[in-house]
């Protein structure tokens, strides 16, 4: 028995030493953080960067947003060679390069996962989901068992991401009921998620519903498609302090990196008691040359609009006319509500 037990000490101790992430610090360049191990390193991308991806030196100030794994033997690449992979749109891995941002191909996936494809489906699946970072997601999935799953098993699981994980399940032609959705703590991740961290005194009914909650997230992120549709709109500039009333005014103080103030209207109420609100302060009935006034934009959300939607207001500014804004891509992760 003593045998045994050191046996398995030595196993838990060589896999915190090879994929233990050590924290390295914060760069200034906007924020970067770093965090490596042995095996691979996690680059938490916060850099100020201009419209062309080079650094900011060199043009208008952007930021780029950006959770990147770099594998054995990249990882003990500099951050300023490691950018340079980022920011040409590739990612290495050993001695080869895959380009980034490309549509997952399940036949590709095949390849890379062949354990995942094929699994029997009498009892359904389950899928494993563990943080490596706050906006870093792995996956692995396994045929559904009426029993728990070994330590042995969940450590061989492979970690797909969260696209990835889409397009494998998407291969399966089972109801979505039938796939359940397990946070899991991976001993060789050091961050520890939301699901896993209680208040002190929590309620265990609080308890029951927040963690549901952050299933269910999981759930819409892995099986859900549901479309994003964006609109510009004009609503003039101020500077008034009570545009700061937002979701994020904690950020607006951050002064290496810019934030936007951000707002969540998940009503009719909700839209009528933003404008009233910010009437004084902002401009919702004009138009500026193409770009539609906020009244135009928002005209038909109505109770109907809301009960299948929720919109999220981001209010930018610029120092010129002749700029126009969009959004390039959008990310859902756990912890944006």
């Known amino acids: 028995m003593k045998k045994k037990i050191i046996i398995i000490s030595s196993f838990v101790l060589i896999l915190l030493i090879l994929f233990l992430p050590i924290p390295r610090g914060t760069y200034k360049d906007g924020g970067t953080k770093d965090y490596c191990a042995l095996t691979y390193r996690i680059i938490l991308w916060n850099r100020l960067t201009d419209d062309f991806g080079r650094d900011a030196s060199e043009g208008e100030l952007t930021t ?26 590739s990612k290495m891995i050993n001695d080869f390069t895959y380009t980034e941002n490309q ?8 390849e890379k996962y062949p354990e995942y494809f094929g699994l029997p489906t009498f009892k359904g699946l389950e899928v494993y989901v563990w943080q490596m970072a706050p906006d870093s997601y792995s996956c692995g999935v396994m045929e559904g068992t009426n029993r728990e799953k070994t330590l042995e098993e969940l450590m ?3 970690g797909a991401s969260i696209d990835e994980m889409k397009t494998i399940l998407s291969d399966y032609d089972i109801p979505k009921e039938n796939i359940s959705i397990i946070p899991w703590q991976n001993p060789v991740s050091s961050y520890i998620g939301e699901y896993w961290l209680s208040p002190e005194n929590e309620d265990p009914y ?17 099986l859900e498609d549901k479309p994003v549709v964006t609109k510009v709109s004009y609503a003039n500039w101020t500077e008034d302090s009570k545009i700061f009333s937002c979701m994020n005014p904690e950020k607006l103080t951050i002064s290496s990196v810019r934030h936007l103030p951000v707002y969540k209207l998940d009503t009719k109420e909700d839209l009528d008691q933003f404008k009233e609100k910010y009437r004084d302060v902002l401009t919702f009935d004009q138009w500026y040359d193409e ?10 959300y109505d109770d109907i609009f809301f009960a299948e939607h929720t919109v999220v207001l981001a209010y930018v500014t610029a ?15 756990i912890g944006a509500r």
């Open 64 to 89: 780029y947003h950006k959770t990147s794994v770099f594998w054995f033997p990249a990882n003990f690449k500099s951050i300023d060679e490691l950018w340079e992979i980022e920011s040409s749109g």
């Open 103 to 110: 549509p997952v191909k399940a036949n590709d996936l095949r």
């Open 156 to 158: 061989a699981l492979k």
């Open 206 to 222: 609080a308890e029951a519903g927040r963690r549901k909650e952050y299933v269910d997230r999981l759930r819409e992120m892995l």
């Open 291 to 300: 770009v539609p006034s906020f009244n135009e934009a928002t005209a038909g």
């Open 319 to 333: 120092n010129s006319g002749s700029l126009r804004f969009g959004m390039q891509r959008q990310r859902h992760s």
